[in-house]
């Protein structure tokens, strides 16, 4: 595990609604507080955790996650819904520590990976993600807007 001394990782709490959205709006995708404690409900299961780094008291980053049952394996993927860190915060290690805290509960899930997205409009996410392992070239990821 990460150290990053006076911040610690822990579930996240409806009271972290209004900062989490902060963060979430911050980065570009804008949101209210009242719509992330209702996300926050919705990911209330065995299944789906959000972990914030509490830094003395201020969230300055948070992951969710989902464990998926695979259908064309007998195994669960877990994916990472969402990774922010403060932009202030960013450099320090605090990404890092998230996402090694989601590899930890995707191997306690007995997950045969963890899969995530990074837009190309992203470089320094796609960057972390492959500086830890995480290969690009294995997603074929397509979309369409409904």
């Given at each position: 595990?990460?150290?990053?001394?006076?911040?610690?990782?822990?579930?996240?709490?409806?009271?972290?609604?209004?900062?989490?959205?902060?963060?979430?709006?911050?980065?570009?995708?804008?949101?209210?507080?009242?719509?992330?404690?209702?996300?926050?409900?919705?990911?209330?299961?065995?299944?789906?955790?959000?972990?914030?780094?509490?830094?003395?008291?201020?969230?300055?980053?948070?992951?969710?996650?989902?464990?998926?049952?695979?259908?064309?394996?007998?195994?669960?993927?877990?994916?990472?819904?969402?990774?922010?860190?403060?932009?202030?915060?960013?450099?320090?290690?605090?990404?890092?520590?998230?996402?090694?805290?989601?590899?930890?509960?995707?191997?306690?899930?007995?997950?045969?990976?963890?899969?995530?997205?990074?837009?190309?409009?992203?470089?320094?996410?796609?960057?972390?993600?492959?500086?830890?392992?995480?290969?690009?070239?294995?997603?074929?990821?397509l979309r369409?807007?409904?």
């Amino acid at each position: 595990m990460i150290d990053l001394p006076g911040t610690v990782l822990r579930a996240a709490a409806p009271a972290d609604a209004t900062r989490i959205a902060e963060l979430f709006t911050d980065e570009g995708y804008p949101v209210t507080p009242s719509a992330v404690e209702a996300r926050l409900g919705r990911l209330r299961d065995p299944d789906s955790q959000v972990v914030v780094a509490d830094a003395e008291g201020v969230v300055i980053g948070f992951v969710a996650l989902h464990v998926m049952p695979r259908f064309e394996h007998d195994d669960v993927a877990v994916r990472v819904l969402a990774l922010v860190v403060d932009a202030g915060a960013r450099e320090r290690g605090v990404g890092r520590a998230l996402l090694a805290r989601v590899e930890e509960l995707a191997a306690a899930a007995g997950a045969a990976f963890v899969e995530v997205t990074a837009g190309h409009h992203r470089p320094d996410a796609r960057h972390l993600y492959e500086s830890l392992g995480y290969d690009a070239a294995l997603t074929a990821y397509l979309r369409k807007r409904l």
